[in-house]
């Protein structure tokens, strides 16, 4: 199984577990060594995965850190363990900085089994930075995160290829953090850097509040042309069988006259498959993994609804999404299309009803 379709099996329980786990030590067992296992370590194997690694530094003696992996009999990567409901701040990474300058390891982890943070040493050698330099959530994956987390798998780990991107990574998202913020507030200097490459005249008080309006519009609206062109080229690619960087619902020949269109084969220019229910599709393929395989889920959009098949057939419904601005739905179908309509506060709550969909799935098991 590939590390995408653990994690993904390993998110859709996520619900159950914040309900049922609340210690670290449920944490590490329910949470983070599943992650490790998924990443190729074996969790049971003392030469490869330490557990309570005991490392002095001066005169702070006994002092553990949850884990060690070890590569070569050196450690590679020190990890500290959180439980679920704790949030992660650098306050958290103690014993991480001082171990990270005593020992081997050129990487360390904190994690509350969620989210984890990845650091190293950037800024200074030997000493531990204080931002990470890579983050992912198993509440937000995606294809572009999952490949950088597999550089620290067991079968693809290179000390060398990791920290020549780590640096690359950690501006990146400082960068990506910027540009949010000029997004939002754009600044004085950001406002004069376009300004004065389109106006010519003196920047008044006036003139620079407009420009502050006008470089805030355009940003926004290059912006959303970028996300609909992408959107647009997803849909595109899989009608001709073309992948992107994120998994695509897949097109296969249609097996009989009950088969649909899947997203991509639209019946009109009016029916447009906004990235909302792309996610929606993605978070319910991911549940499913559990009991189907997600080859046979696909997506069909259409003028009122947004669907999932399984089989690619329409007496197979899974699900329906229907989303306006007021309201989000979850709709359950069963055989005889009864439905159960369940109002969401945003997409990812569909993970609250793991349960409900894989019932509604065996129906047709």
Same mark, same amino acid.
């Given at each position: 199984m590939d590390i995408i379709?653990?994690?993904?099996? /390993?998110?859709?329980? /996520?619900?159950?577990?914040?309900?049922? $786990?609340?210690?670290?030590?449920?944490?590490?067992?329910?949470?983070i060594m599943p992650v490790l296992q998924a990443l190729g370590y074996n969790v049971f194997d003392p030469f490869e995965v330490v557990p309570e690694y005991t490392a002095d530094v001066g005169t702070k003696k006994g002092e553990k850190v949850d884990y060690v992996i070890m590569r070569d009999g050196q450690p590679a990567i020190l990890i500290e363990c959180k439980s679920i409901n704790a949030a992660l701040n650098i306050k958290h990474a103690s014993q991480l900085y001082r171990y990270f300058a005593c020992t081997e390891a050129r990487f360390a982890i904190l994690t509350n089994g969620v989210e984890y943070q990845f650091y190293t040493d950037i800024e200074a050698p030997n000493k531990m930075d204080d931002r990470p330099f890579f983050e992912f959530s198993l509440e937000d994956l995606d294809a572009r995160k999952v490949n950088e987390l597999k550089k620290f798998s067991k079968s693809m780990f290179d000390l060398e290829n990791i920290l020549s991107n780590a640096s690359e990574l950690k501006y990146k998202k400082q960068i990506r953090h910027l540009f949010s913020k000029e997004l939002e507030s754009p600044s004085e200097e950001f406002v004069r850097l376009f300004a004065k490459q389109v106006y010519g005249g003196m920047l008044t008080p006036d003139r620079r509040a407009q420009f502050t309006t006008l470089v805030g519009q355009a940003f926004r609206e290059w912006l959303n042309n970028r996300i609909s062109e992408r959107l647009q080229n997803a849909l595109d690619g899989v009608n001709t069988g073309t992948s992107m960087d994120a998994p695509a619902p897949e097109v296969v020949p249609a097996p009989s006259s009950d088969v649909t269109e899947t997203v991509a084969a639209k019946e009109?220019?009016?029916?447009?498959?906004?990235?909302?229910?792309?996610?929606?599709?993605?978070? $319910?393929?991911?549940?499913?993994?559990? $009991? $189907?395989d997600p080859k046979r889920v696909f997506l069909k959009d259409t003028r009122n609804y947004c669907g999932v098949l399984l089989d690619f057939n329409v007496r197979k419904p899974l699900c329906r999404f229907r989303f306006n601005n007021k309201q989000t739905t979850l709709i359950l179908l069963d055989k005889e299309r009864n439905e159960n309509r369940i109002s969401l506060g945003s997409v990812v709550d569909i993970y609250k009803h793991a349960d409900e969909l894989i019932e509604y799935a065996k129906l047709y098991l």
């Amino acid at each position: 199984m590939d590390i995408i379709d653990s994690l993904t099996q /390993l998110a859709s329980r /996520l619900p159950r577990l914040r309900e049922t $786990v609340q210690t670290e030590e449920a944490t590490k067992n329910a949470l983070i060594m599943p992650v490790l296992q998924a990443l190729g370590y074996n969790v049971f194997d003392p030469f490869e995965v330490v557990p309570e690694y005991t490392a002095d530094v001066g005169t702070k003696k006994g002092e553990k850190v949850d884990y060690v992996i070890m590569r070569d009999g050196q450690p590679a990567i020190l990890i500290e363990c959180k439980s679920i409901n704790a949030a992660l701040n650098i306050k958290h990474a103690s014993q991480l900085y001082r171990y990270f300058a005593c020992t081997e390891a050129r990487f360390a982890i904190l994690t509350n089994g969620v989210e984890y943070q990845f650091y190293t040493d950037i800024e200074a050698p030997n000493k531990m930075d204080d931002r990470p330099f890579f983050e992912f959530s198993l509440e937000d994956l995606d294809a572009r995160k999952v490949n950088e987390l597999k550089k620290f798998s067991k079968s693809m780990f290179d000390l060398e290829n990791i920290l020549s991107n780590a640096s690359e990574l950690k501006y990146k998202k400082q960068i990506r953090h910027l540009f949010s913020k000029e997004l939002e507030s754009p600044s004085e200097e950001f406002v004069r850097l376009f300004a004065k490459q389109v106006y010519g005249g003196m920047l008044t008080p006036d003139r620079r509040a407009q420009f502050t309006t006008l470089v805030g519009q355009a940003f926004r609206e290059w912006l959303n042309n970028r996300i609909s062109e992408r959107l647009q080229n997803a849909l595109d690619g899989v009608n001709t069988g073309t992948s992107m960087d994120a998994p695509a619902p897949e097109v296969v020949p249609a097996p009989s006259s009950d088969v649909t269109e899947t997203v991509a084969a639209k019946e009109d220019d009016g029916i447009e498959t906004t990235e909302e229910e792309l996610e929606a599709y993605h978070i $319910v393929r991911a549940i499913l993994a559990q $009991v $189907v395989d997600p080859k046979r889920v696909f997506l069909k959009d259409t003028r009122n609804y947004c669907g999932v098949l399984l089989d690619f057939n329409v007496r197979k419904p899974l699900c329906r999404f229907r989303f306006n601005n007021k309201q989000t739905t979850l709709i359950l179908l069963d055989k005889e299309r009864n439905e159960n309509r369940i109002s969401l506060g945003s997409v990812v709550d569909i993970y609250k009803h793991a349960d409900e969909l894989i019932e509604y799935a065996k129906l047709y098991l």
